[in-house]
Structure formats: C-alpha cells, structure tokens
T-cell receptor, first 113, second 113 residues
C-alpha cells in the first residue's frame, strides 16, 4: 500500500516563527497536495505540486509557500506563523489522471501561540 | 464552480442498523468520486473510488453508488457497528477532471451500542 508520512502529529509554535511541515510518500507519485482542515470550513487546498520543482497555488495560498526538491518529499512552509494558521494540515498524493484515488497522511495538528 | 453537499451533517443510529449517507455535486462532468473516512484527530482513509463509467463499488459492508446525471452518490453501510463511528466525506475532482479535489463537509456518524 502507498504510504504518506507526515513528520509530526502535533506541533506548537510561536507567532512569527518559520515553520516547516514535511510530507513524504513512498510510491513515486507525481502529484502531491497540502490541505488544511478547519471546523465548519472543511478541507481547503493550500498548494499542490505535479512534479519536482513544480507547484501551483490552491484556494488559500496566502501566508504559505512550498518546496519540492525531490519527488517523494513535499514541504509546506509557514514563513511567519500566525494564530489564524492554527489548524489541522493534511498532505496527500496521487498518481495519474483520475486513475486512482488520493492517499492521505495522518495529519499534523499545528497550534500557533 | 463545483460544490459538494453531504446530508445529513450528523447521524446517530443503533448498532446493527443499515444506513445511507448522501453526497450531491453540482458539476456532473466528473472522472470519479471518492469516499473517505476520518476518525477524530486523524487523517483521511480512502474507502471507495468509483470511476465515472461505474455505477457502484463494494468493499465489505460498504457499497457506494454513483449517478452522474443527477449529481448524486450514496454510501450504504450494512449492519453498522460502533467501530463505524467516524466522519465520512465524499470528494470529486474540481472542474470534473484532474487531480484537485473538492470535498463535502462530511457526515458525522455515531453508532451506539
């Protein structure tokens, strides 16, 4: 089975810190995604990447950046963390064009204080 | 813009009952539809993926149907168990195809002893 691993389950960071959320998949998937999930708002797409060094903004990219230097790793960066970025962050990957479904990581619960 | 609605938002049933969760979407030109399960504080687990050419998919006690023309999908759970308690989300590709998904806000299911 495809495995998507998020490096941290829980993180607590201070306002203004630079925060890195890491995601690694082990099945050579081209496409990787970062979502955030908030009560009442559901899942919202932050950024996605369809190849190494390629990225595209999702619905809510403000305050975030991403990095994909290797195919298996997709990093989400909060340049200067703010309290409104407290959320559950979910990474996912998929291969092909609608051929198979998404595989999600177990999520990172980020709290910014 | 694709919009996905799930009804009901919450459901509580006694153990052993058969139940149906509903998902509707506004743009019927979709490649596929995916159902996920999410346990509290965890990531999403893929349950079933239905391709646009299929009418239904089955996995154990779960059966998902897809009616593209009416913009609807149902997830049928037979003989529900307390372990089925979770939030169930459906998702379709944004704009019909491609790999970006639009998610419903989910149905929170509680199966009571």
């Amino acid at each position: 089975d495809v495995k998507v691993t998020q490096s941290s389950r829980y993180l607590v960071k201070r306002t203004g810190e630079k925060v890195f959320l890491e995601c690694v998949q082990d099945m050579d998937h081209e496409n990787m995604f970062w979502y955030r999930q908030d009560p009442g708002l559901g899942l919202r797409l932050i950024y996605f990447s369809y190849d190494v060094k390629m990225k595209e903004k999702g619905d809510i990219p403000e305050g975030y950046s991403v990095s994909r230097e290797k195919k298996e790793r997709f990093s989400l960066i909060l340049e200067s963390a703010s309290t409104n970025q407290t959320s559950m962050y979910l990474c996912a990957s998929i291969v092909g064009q609608g051929i198979s479904g998404y595989t999600f990581g177990s999520g990172t619960r980020l709290t910014v204080v | 813009k694709q919009e996905v609605t799930q009804i009901p938002a919450a459901l509580s049933v006694p153990e052993g009952e058969n139940l149906v969760l509903n998902c509707s979407f506004t743009d019927s030109a979709i490649y596929n539809l995916q159902w996920f399960r999410q346990d509290p504080g965890k990531g999403l687990t893929s349950l079933l993926l239905i391709q646009s050419s299929q009418r239904e998919q089955t996995s154990g006690r779960l059966n998902a149907s897809l009616d593209k023309s009416s913009g609807r999908s149902t997830l049928y759970i037979a003989a529900s168990q307390p372990g089925d308690s979770a939030t169930y989300l459906c998702a379709v590709p944004l704009g019909g195809g491609g790999n970006k998904l639009t998610f419903g806000t989910g149905t929170q299911l509680k199966v009571e002893l």
